[in-house]
Nanobody, 127 residues
Framework: QVQLVESGGGLVQAGGSLRLSCAAS????????MAWFRQAPGKEREFVAA????????YYADSVKGRFTISRDNAKNTVYLQMNSLKPEDTAVYYC????????????????????WGQGTQVTVSS
């Protein structure tokens, strides 16, 4: 069983930056595919970014490409989301997710295959 705890959310002005962290329990973190999703009020949860277990490959939603960077430190059991040039439309609750399952890349972008989820952290971007 893996527990995920996000931190780093907050209120920021448009154009600003935030870095989210997701700390994982357990000794098998380095074998997990990890991802960030977000959910705005009244909207479905949407994919933001994913990173493979080794950290060598990353994947992004088109809406954040070039502005957000996902990374991980397996020695610290932590995955990060660096968010730059934030926009009001980035306002949402951000969730960290993970799975040990082997997934084809096409499934990285959907929430259902992920087994473990954090409680979420609020990000609010003011205009």
């Amino acid at each position: 069983q893996v527990q995920l705890v996000e931190s780093g959310g907050g209120l920021v002005q448009a154009g600003g930056s935030l870095r989210l962290s997701c700390a994982a329990s357990g000794r098998t973190f380095s074998t997990y595919l990890m991802a960030w999703f977000r959910q705005a009020p009244g909207k479905e949860r949407e994919f933001v970014a994913a990173i493979t277990a080794s950290g060598t490959s990353t994947y992004y939603a088109d809406s954040v490409k070039g502005r957000f960077t996902i990374s991980r430190d397996n020695a610290k059991n932590t995955v990060y989301l660096q968010m730059n040039s934030l926009k009001p439309e980035d306002t949402a609750v951000y969730y960290c997710a993970g799975t040990i399952k082997y997934l084809s890349v096409q499934y990285y972008y959907t929430a259902a295959p992920y087994d473990y989820w954090g409680q979420g952290t609020q990000v609010t971007v003011s205009s």
